[in-house]
């Protein structure tokens, strides 16, 4: 399962989150840097728990979500993140460059109801709620 929590701070816009697989939890703060359209930078790194939890005291959205992943043939790595609250699941894969020739395996293909690169709407900070 993983928690993720948005803010701001004197730096800008952060996510927190927190992940648990399999009992072992992991804690990060990530920024994102928008390059252009369906590129991002991400910085991201690990941090302690008390990290977390003073950060996330800075923060007033929240979102969680179930991951899988999936690694294909030519080592990408597809990351599956189902969520509850919208019941929705979104299939996502950072290829190596915008020019790369991505093959959508049939298994996915026949299930893939539309490309949301670039919906601002459906990316996972507009799908969190906000809470007190």
Excluded: C
Aim: no cysteine; proline share 2%.
């Amino acid at each position: 399962m993983i928690s993720q929590y948005y803010g701001i701070d004197s730096i800008g816009n952060f996510r927190v989150r927190e992940e648990n697989e399999r009992g072992k939890i992991t804690y990060y703060i990530t920024r994102k840097k928008f390059i252009s359209d369906g590129i991002n930078e991400e910085d991201e790194q690990i941090i302690s728990r008390s990290e977390f939890l003073l950060k996330k005291k800075e923060t007033n959205r929240m979102i969680s979500k179930k991951r899988h992943i999936k690694y294909l043939e030519n080592s990408l790595k597809w990351e599956m993140d189902v969520f509850s609250d919208p019941q929705m699941v979104v299939a996502e894969i950072e290829i190596p460059d915008i020019n790369f020739n991505l093959e959508i395996p049939d298994y996915i293909e026949s299930v893939l109801i539309e490309e949301i690169t670039n919906r601002k709407d459906l990316s996972n900070f507009a799908l969190s709620k906000e809470y007190i």
